[in-house]
């Protein structure tokens, strides 16, 4: 069967575009990491100075989420996603001049910060104009192809960042991943994104972001997702995301391990979401939650880095824990939620699953001194799996949908707006 056969997701022009996009942006998001990685080591930093600076950019866009949010439901959505990306390449070129071997940390940190704007407004945006561009009966494969493409280019974007350092250095691979994002930009502009219904009145920047939160908590089974997001991404994904290289390189002499590791992870998330595609589960809350149990292979062949092969098949299965996520979260959210709010919804995901991840990266050093890094990831394996168990008692979680209707019906939104 031929990708762009009629009827196929990718005979789909807007799609198609809006596929490629995120293809780009990703093989540039991917690749950024290493680059910085390498070059915050290279100058003497330590697990707590990257720690520092990856948590800069994931603050920003926590703290900016419900805003980009706002806009996205506010403007068109395409328009959103083309300036988050402009943004994000201009501030990966400035690094090009910025990122010399004796710029202090905080110079760094200070540009990777306000960089994480991009993200807070490209989220939502990217989340919720695909019920704009795709019939309603397409939207669950569209989510899943959309996330196959995010991880292709996760596998794809990392040996390209660890390839271009090897090659030409940290600071011009900056540059590389710039070229990404403006050619992502350009796939945007062909987008006809269909036209929203126009609101006369518009409420208050205030009441929208209200409006946002409360739509989440009248949704228990969506605001228990999303903290369990939060807690685990704190403790054990900001764990693994500062240890990975740290004791990869320590203990193997290379960034071979740390890059290979991170393409496998999403090699395995994209081979699970293939599969959870064409797995119809009758219980997807279910099924996701178990298998994102097995993200705790990740801190724990971290713990124990006996050989590099344990590393990388490690991480290799820990990729598979996202895949079922990927193919039904988006598609539950969408269905369940109704599409003027969806924009405020993905933001409130976006920052609840993030919100505490700056604070766990910025802690991993001084924990780790303190109990030790092998005692941390054990505990963090540990917690993981308490968590996943934790969310299933809620309402909804194991089929990600409402018992009862528990969106905020018309009449409430006008009680919001008044």
Known sequence: MKWNAPGSLLSYPDYRNLWVSNLLVTIGASAFPIALAVTVLDAGGSATTLGLILASRVLSSVL????????????????VMIGADIYRGVLMIGLVFIATPDVPAWTLAALVFVMGAGEAFGFPASGAILPSILPSEKLPAGNVMRSIGVRIATVVGPGIGGFSVALIGGRLTFAITAMFFFAGTVMLL???????EIIEIRPSFITDLREGLVTVWHTPWVAACIAMSTLQLMVVMASENVLLPVITRRVFHTDAVFATAAAMFSLGGAVSALIAMRYKARHPGLVS????????????????PSSRTVIIV?????????????????????????????????????????????????????????????????????????????????????????????????????????
């Not at 939650?289 to 124990?304: C, D, E, M, Q, R």
Request: charged share 15%; proline share 7%; net charge positive.
């Open 190 to 196: 062909n987008i006809k994104e269909k036209p929203r």
């Open 289 to 304: 939650v178990i298998i994102w149990g097995f993200f705790a292979i990740a801190p724990l062949v971290l713990a124990f």
């Open 314 to 418: 490690g991480y290799l299965i820990a990729g598979i824990s996202i895949g079922p996520w990927e193919a039904y979260w988006s598609s539950a959210i969408q269905r369940e939620i109704p599409q003027e709010l969806q924009g405020r919804v993905f933001s409130v995901d976006y920052m609840g699953s993030v919100g505490l991840m700056p604070l766990g990266m910025a802690l991993v050093g001084p924990i780790t001194h303190v109990f030790g890094e092998r005692q941390f990831l054990v505990g963090a394996v540990i917690f993981h799996l308490m968590v996943c168990g934790l969310v299933l008692l809620v309402p909804g979680v194991i089929d990600l949908r409402s018992p009862t209707k528990s969106v905020p019906d018309s009449s409430q939104g006008e009680q919001l707006k008044a």
């Open 64 to 79: 900016l989420a419900l805003v980009g949010g706002v806009w996205a439901d506010r403007l068109p959505r395409k328009y």
